[in-house]
């Protein structure tokens, strides 16, 4: 065996030699200059900070497949389905192995070509290290090393978060400390990827460099300049991600790969000392005084172990680089030289569509036979082909990881094709609802049971509607609002009793753990719950009986609220708005006789209706000023909507602004989830779960500060209520500048942190930390969408519990509830007794009849459902990102206007209004074009030459890749085009008018831009951006 590899060692070397001399003229050329990374992200996640809840194990999918190669060495998804999922014993709160195979028997997308490769053993891919003996990486620490380590203070456990904009800067968010860490360079992160639990180390603090100022996020980050670095400043090898390429020698085996080299070859420095780190405390409380001590520096650090692997390893999407292979066999042919056989050292590359991820390596031979078969017939559309790998190894030696292709979606310019590869990144289950959890549903038509009306509060002649949506299916809450004496109202809040059908310890729990949450992508939804319940019975829908747990808030005209009354009832709504029926209301335009209103159900009038609709916009004003006066924060942007043919095709988009009736429903659900998250703490102290939302990143909020003084704006970061006082100042000042408002909200968003579940009992000696930044309130929770929810379930059961006991309690002390209201649930809340002997015991039968988790099942819970809602948030983003490439494919080239945040020499930075996303523009060594930067005044001056530059080095790019080139003449069509609409109904386009040379910019300057679709079935999704100009000369 030992005599094969050495062979094949051989064969290899001799092979990347000959793709030396083959490549050497296009390399020397194409390493003079590095490219320039403007690839981005349409639609930012604006938390960037995430909960490190996720659990390791193997992705949770399976998929239909033929003609497999090996199907007795395959990983069957139901053996594995939830490795990731939070496991206890004896419980069937969390999903059995069992309950899996049965929900993912179909839980992955049926791509068009589907087939899983045989499993690959590490050793298989010790050949391609061949070329350098040295390592590249160093060897990470064992498990026991690590976690001595991390008792004595040496080493801190965080998550990475790679930059998408430059892949060799990574952060790690160490809880507790106010400030990420930074992990700069390959060689630094250690071969750990996006997701993954690691293991750092400090570097000395002599080596943090200085904390700049700020830049904004997706564009230039601290590290990144927009001029040629200074003399005595040192070059990073991986300015935007590019590796130099003259550093070393380790080739990757295969088609021409790229020459690769690590970071520096200088040893990685010592940890920061524990000189450094002195004073009492934990390690943590340590490294917060340091931080204090120099609030200028940016620490940094480097991984030492991967802790926990991230289950995106196993499900990066991208593209073959079949050129690449198809040049190496064309080169050989002429050559008339005898290529090896594709078995012994075939290699292809994976460019992965995630800018976070690096190149994956693919072994010819452990290729699914239908992709070997159509390289062997050089056929080249399979390139255009998104497929799917999980990485199998990275040895220290191996610049790259090494990969298999587990699934293939289509072709990537299909829409279909795109979707699918985005619910397999996400491990998004779309499959159909197993038989068992189907089985425990009512049959249609329900009714609800006699005795169960016998048992709850009747409220169905109470005047109850829903305001959703008008897509809605999934009706949820809905409110109603009666006047009390005294000028007082009693506001009720009515949220669907889901869990009078979702059981514990039942196969629909199981399944509707398993999902955790409702993915919505605009035209589709992937339900928790069956449709059955979730869109049926369990919905409330307008004109039948529901079933509901119900919270009447008593309050005064000052949003004070003096009582409450929690219970379980059944509700009759009467009528189903939108929330432009709502706004309409609110705003007296409307009309009961025009088309699009609802029906109206039982003995209920518009008036009726009107009057609850206007009286609660009055009281959530108030309660929305209130929240603000208490130190709470808002931050509003205007998001794009999509619109869509009869074929569900994105063919334009429009900004939709938040509504007043938006702001009243949310006041409401604020509310009773506030509500909510009291009594079950009050009830459950160490196994309630409740939402937590952190402070907001230190070194983006300074940044922050930085940008607002550097342009002659008062920020006060200190506290949320400040923070939003200076906002509204700043919103004041500039009420005339609507656009620049939203830059100015999109940029607040970014120090902000993501909130995430947990349990109280984890955090019972961190109490400070329970806190809602955003809301500014100590205790909050998520009780309204149980239809679409996980977490709120669980929350009904806690509330639902602490009720009975409530009840029991009550009765065993033969105290009438005229005499004591709701000692455990209401305002008034009786601490005496729950915490005595009987309070304590009728909580305990209570919790367990109704199914509340111990604090062990809750934590693993609480970490499941942030896995599972960041997964649904990434896959909104990436469809809004996909939909708008759908739309700027369709139109060509997008006119439009941004605003100018960032300048130089080098390249601007735009901010698209209409979309709400950021992009570059690169203007440096472009044929064709002068540009000239004033730094005195910051002023760039870019003018077109009518002739070609002579002499110099280095490639220039072409005019058209910075600047979108018309006639006048066009442009005065387009114009005319643009104005001439004759329907009326139709919404006029909006006239942008190209600029001409020389053009003139400075910092927020209005400039305007044509935007292009770029990638498909050549590359990543991306949105490109060039200027828009107009020239008699092309």
Known sequence: MKSVSAEQSVKACERIENGEKDSKKKKRRGSRRSKNNTSGCITEDIHVESSDGGASGSKTKDCRRSELDNPDELTKASNVAFSSMPYSSGSLLVPSVEVSKQLLSKSCPDPRDCEQSCRMDGDLFQQVECVSERKIFSSHWSLDAVNEALEKGEVYKALIRVNAHNRSEAYCKIDGVPTDILI????????????????????????????????????????????????????????????????????????????????????????????????????????????????????????????????????????????????????????????????????????????????????????????????????????????????????????????????????????????????????????????????????????????????????????????????????????????????????????????????????????????????????????????SLSDNVGSLNPGVDRLAFSIFLDLNWEGVVTDRWIGRTVIRSCCKLSYDHAQDIIDGKHDVAANGWPALHGPFMWSDVVRSIKQLNEVSTYLRQKRFRNGALQLENSKPSFLFDEHGVPYDFVLYPSKASNHLVEEFMLLANMTAAEVIFRAFPDSALLRRHPEPNLRKLKEFEGFCLKHGMELDGSSSGRFHESLEKITETLKDDAVFIDIINNYAMKPMQSASYFCTGNLRDNVAEWGHYALAVPLYTHFTSPLRRYPDIVVHRAVAAALEAEECFLKQKQISVNQVRNCFTGVHFDKDAVESMEGKEALSIAGLKHGVPSTEQLSKIAAYCNERKLASRRVKDACDKLYTWCVLKSKKVFACEARVMNLGPMFMTIYISKLGIERRIFYDRIEGLCADWLEATSTLILDKLEFKRGGGRGYLKPLKDVAYLVSPSDACVAKYNAMSVTDTTERREEVVVPAVFPLTVQVFSTIPVALHAVGGDDGPLDIGARLYMTSYYK
């Not at 070059?235 to 590019?242: A, D, I, L, Q």
């Not at 040893?267 to 934990?282: A, H, I, Y």
């Not at 490294?287 to 991967?306: D, E, M, Q, Y």
């Open 184 to 531: 700069n360079g390959n060689v630094g992160q250690n071969r750990a990827v996006e997701g993954d639990i690691v293991a750092i180390k400090l570097d000395p603090l002599s080596l943090w460099p200085k904390m700049k100022g700020f830049v904004t996020e997706s564009v230039a980050k601290p590290e990144e300049t927009n001029s040629p670095p200074e003399k005595d400043e040192p070059v990073s090898h991986f300015v935007r991600g590019e590796i130099d390429a003259q550093q070393n020698k380790c080739l990757v085996i295969g088609q021409g790969a790229e020459n690769c080299v690590s970071r520096n070859s200088m040893p990685l420095p010592d940890s920061c000392s524990s000189s450094e780190l002195k004073g009492n405390g934990t390690p943590v409380e340590k490294l917060c005084a340091v931080l204090s001590s120099f609030p200028n520096k940016r620490p940094t650090g480097h991984v030492v172990a991967i802790v926990e692997k991230s289950l995106v390893r196993d499900s990066i999407v991208g593209l073959l680089d079949v050129k690449r292979w198809i040049h190496y066999k064309e080169g050989n042919a002429r050559t008339n030289k005898s290529p090896l056989s594709h078995s012994d050292d075939g290699y292809l590359q994976l460019m992965p569509a995630d800018p976070r991820f690096t190149k994956l390596i693919v072994p010819f031979h452990a290729l699914p036979g239908s992709i070997r078969a159509r390289l062997e017939s050089m056929d080249p559309t399979l390139e255009a082909e998104l497929v799917a790998a999980q990485i199998v190894d990275w040895s220290e030696g191996s610049q790259f990881p090494l990969a298999q292709i587990t699934h293939m979606f289509g072709r990537g310019s299909e829409l279909e094709a795109q979707i699918s590869s985005i619910l397999y990144q996400n491990s998004v289950c779309d499959s159909e609802f197993s038989p068992d959890s189907l089985a425990s549903l009512p049959r249609a038509p329900w009714e609800v049971p006699k005795e169960e009306v016998q048992r709850r509060k009747d409220l169905r002649d109470l005047c109850v509607f829903t305001i959703d949506p008008s897509t809605a299916s999934d009706l949820d809450d809905a409110l109603s609002v009666q006047s009390l004496p005294g000028g007082f109202l009693r506001v009720g809040v009515h949220i669907a009793d889901v869990s009078y059908f979702v059981l514990p310890d039942t196969a629909l729990d199981a399944e509707a753990q398993f999902r955790s949450t409702s993915v919505y992508m605009l035209r589709r939804k992937i339900p928790m719950l069956p449709p």
